[in-house]
Each structure stands twice: as C-alpha cells, then as structure tokens.
C-alpha cells in the first residue's frame, strides 16, 4: 500500500508545484510593474511594500517550518495555503483598492498576505514535498522542476494578459488555487511512514530542537551564507521596471519581459532535472558556493551591461544560480542536520533570513533606484554577494557530514 500511494506522490505533488506557481506567477510575476503603471507608485514606495511583504513571510516561515515538522506528512498548512490561493485574485483587488485609499494602509495588507500565502506558503511545499521524497523513489529536483514549468507556463502569458487587462492575472491566480484543491484532495500519503516513524523511530518535534540549532556553528555559518545569496531577491523586486524601460514603449517592454521570464524559467526547469546531477559530483558546499558566485556575477554584469539584449542575457543566468542554489541547501540540510527538523531549517535557515534580508534591504534599494539608478545598484549588490559567498568558502562544512544532531538516513535529493 505504501508503494501505491508513493507512486503517486511525485506526479500529484508535482502537480501542486505547477499550480501552485501558476497562481504565484500570474498574481505576483509582474507585480512591481502593476505597481508601478497601474497603481502608479514610485520605486521608493514600491520598496517599502516588499518589505512588508518580507515581514510578513518572515513570521510566516518561523511559524509555518516548526508546525510542518510536528505535522510530518499531514496536510492541515497545506489546506490552509489552498484556501489563501483561491482568495489571491479578490485579494489582489483589495490590495489595489487599499493603496489608492492609503498608501501604508494597502502595504500592510497586501504584504500580510502575499507574504503568509506565496513567500512563506512555497516553503511548506517545497520542504513537504522534499520530506516526501526522502521516503520516496523519486528526487525533490526533478518534482521541483514542475514549479518552474508553471511559472514559465503563467509568465508567457502573463505580460499578455497584463496589457489586455492586469485584473486577467489575479483572475487566472484564483482559478489555480481551484485546481490545486482538487490535486490536494487526490494526494494520499501513508501516515504511517511519516519521519516521526521511519527515520530511527524518531521522537516528535520540540520548540527546543528548533532552539538548539542556533547554539550550532554550522547553523550560523549557514544563516551567514544566505544571508548574502538572498540578496538576490531584493535585486529581483524591481527588476521588471528596469527591464521595460529599455524598450520604446512600456506596453512592448511588458509583454518581452513576460517572454523573457518565460524563456528563462523553462531553461530553470532543466536545470532543476540536471541539478541533482551536478550537485551529487561537486557536494552540497560547492553547490552553494557555485550559485552564490553565479549570482554576484549576474549582479554585477546587470550593472556593467547596457541594451536589452544583454540585460535579457545577464537575467537568464538565474536558470543557473536557482536549481543549483535549492538542491544544494536541501542537500546541505540533510547532511549536515536533524532530518526531523527539515521544514525549520529550509524554512527559518534558508527562507526566514532572505525574508529579514529583504525586508531590510528593499525600503534601501528602492530608494538608492531612485538616487543612484539600477545600474549603480546593482553593482553594489553583487559585490556584498560576492563578499559573502567567498567567506563562506572558509565557514561552511564540506561534504562530509558529522554525528552531531544526525539521523542516519541518506539523502535522495
């Protein structure tokens, strides 16, 4: 029995992961933009909402990791995330309304729910599915690569859409809340092979087992290595706005972009099927190592280049840096820690810290955009990704892991 509901998991949670960044992607791909045209705030403005936005999903990931690990394979946060993702089109209409009204007022809505629903909701999924997958015969890389299909998929369409009608997008993000509760409901995996009972007959989750890994220097040497990575996400919040003023028009500079974002995510799909690969060749730590450098040159190349050509050049380095950067902490995670508290540390570890990061750094960036300008910014930022990444080559583990705090269960990342 168990076999049979295993071998159904990994075409229905990859399912889930495309609907799933369906609705991500057509709610949230051209947000800055809407923003921007629709709403009509400034790059400062615009700054402050994703910070809000980063707050939020930072309560959010503290909160969601520790639930999800005392949880293991139940589905409760899930059915919770399905219902925020048929809420996300009306809740969008909200949020415009509420920024015309005030300002403060609508980014604290629309950041309170982006953040609980997309921001911190793809963590619980992501890190269910990889705790699926740990007792499964499949590979979180090649189910995650149906996000990026869904994204692309949404993306394509999109900045179509978006100069039809940008209230079209939150219409589709609904819809694929929908279908997401339907593929939940067909999802069955056996309870009783969940880690609590497979991985070394486990005790259940402790508020202080999440506690302990902060006492661990391999933690913080972690939480520090993202902390410059994660910088990459604030140079994304804005970079569409950069991105079509490079063309003639803003309604042509809209639908490239929409072609662009597609054209790379589907490349971040085959790089999601190959990451496995190439990190199981070079370890988890060069894994790391490598998407962090990937990430400060297309950082600083975004600053040096001028065109659309080469900027649009410069943006598909991400289908690089992005496969590698997740397989990797999945990977990392598991070798170097508790396999009980995977969901803490994906969420708290890796997602947590990008979203105190971001929350930090985006009011900064929007404000050094309209000072200083993209380029210049951007120069900036992939100099602190670089600093970090190369210290990291000194702090982080190798690939061997050691006894402290570990199950002996192997990874199938």
């Known amino acids: 029995?168990?076999?049979?509901?295993?071998?159904?998991?990994?075409?229905?949670?990859?399912?889930?992961?495309?609907?799933?960044?369906?609705?991500?992607?057509?709610?949230?791909?051209?947000?800055?933009?809407?923003?921007?045209?629709?709403?009509?705030?400034?790059?400062?403005?615009?700054?402050?909402?994703?910070?809000?936005?980063?707050?939020?999903?930072?309560?959010?990931?503290?909160?969601?990791?520790?639930?999800q690990d005392r949880l293991g394979l139940r589905k409760n946060l899930l059915w919770y995330i399905t219902a925020l993702l048929i809420l996300s089109g009306p809740a969008y209409l909200i949020f415009g309304y509420l920024l015309s009204?005030?300002?403060?007022?609508?980014?604290?809505?629309?950041?309170?729910f982006i953040g609980l629903t997309f921001n911190g909701g793809i963590g619980v999924l992501e890190s269910y599915t990889e705790r699926v997958a740990r007792q499964s015969t499949f590979e979180f890389g090649k189910a995650r690569m149906w996000g990026s299909l869904g994204w692309a998929v949404a993306t394509?369409?999109?900045g179509l859409l978006f100069n039809i009608n940008p209230k079209l997008n939150f219409l589709v993000a609904s819809c694929s809340g929908l279908v997401f509760f339907f593929l939940l409901i067909q999802l069955k995996v056996n309870t009783a092979a969940s880690l609590e009972t497979v991985e070394l007959g486990a005790e259940k989750v402790k508020i202080a087992d999440a506690l302990r890994l902060i006492t661990l220097p391999k933690f913080r040497a972690l939480i520090f290595f993202v902390v410059g990575t994660c910088i990459y996400g604030v140079y994304d919040q804005q970079f569409p706005v950069y991105f079509a003023s490079q063309f003639a028009t803003l309604r042509?500079?809209?639908?490239?972009?929409?072609?662009?974002?597609?054209?790379?995510?589907?490349?971040?799909?085959?790089g999601m099927f190959c990451a496995p690969w190439f990190v199981n060749r070079i370890g988890a730590k060069n894994g790391l190592i490598f998407a962090g450098m990937v990430m400060a040159l297309r950082m600083v190349a975004s600053g040096l280049v001028e065109g659309p050509v080469l900027i649009s050049i410069t943006k598909l380095l991400h289908a690089v840096e992005l496969p590698i950067l997740l397989v990797s902490i999945f990977k990392y995670n598991s070798l170097n820690f508790d396999k009980r508290l995977s969901s803490t540390l994906y969420l708290v570890g890796f997602a947590c810290t990008s979203s105190v990061i971001a929350a930090f750094l985006s009011p900064l960036a929007g404000y050094s955009y309209e000072k200083y300008g993209f380029a210049q910014s951007y120069l900036i930022m992939g100099l602190m990704v670089f600093c970090t990444t190369f210290l990291s080559i000194f702090f982080l583990r190798g690939n061997k892991s050691s006894s402290e705090g570990l199950l002996s269960q192997p990874s199938t990342i």
């Not at 051209?30 to 707050?55: C, M, N, P, R, Y």
């Not at 005030?102 to 309170?112: A, D, P, R």
Request: charged content about 10%.
């Open 156 to 158: 394509f369409f999109a």
């Open 101 to 112: 009204v005030n300002i403060l007022l609508g980014s604290v809505f629309g950041g309170l």
């Open 1 to 67: 029995m168990m076999k049979k509901h295993h071998s159904r998991s990994y075409p229905l949670l990859s399912a889930l992961l495309f609907f799933f960044f369906v609705s991500w992607s057509s709610s949230s791909s051209l947000l800055s933009i809407w923003l921007h045209q629709e709403v009509g705030l400034k790059a400062t403005d615009t700054g402050i909402i994703f910070s809000v936005l980063s707050v939020s999903a930072l309560c959010a990931q503290v909160c969601y990791g520790f639930i």
């Open 252 to 270: 042509e500079g809209n639908a490239m972009f929409g072609y662009l974002n597609s054209f790379q995510v589907f490349l971040e799909a085959a």
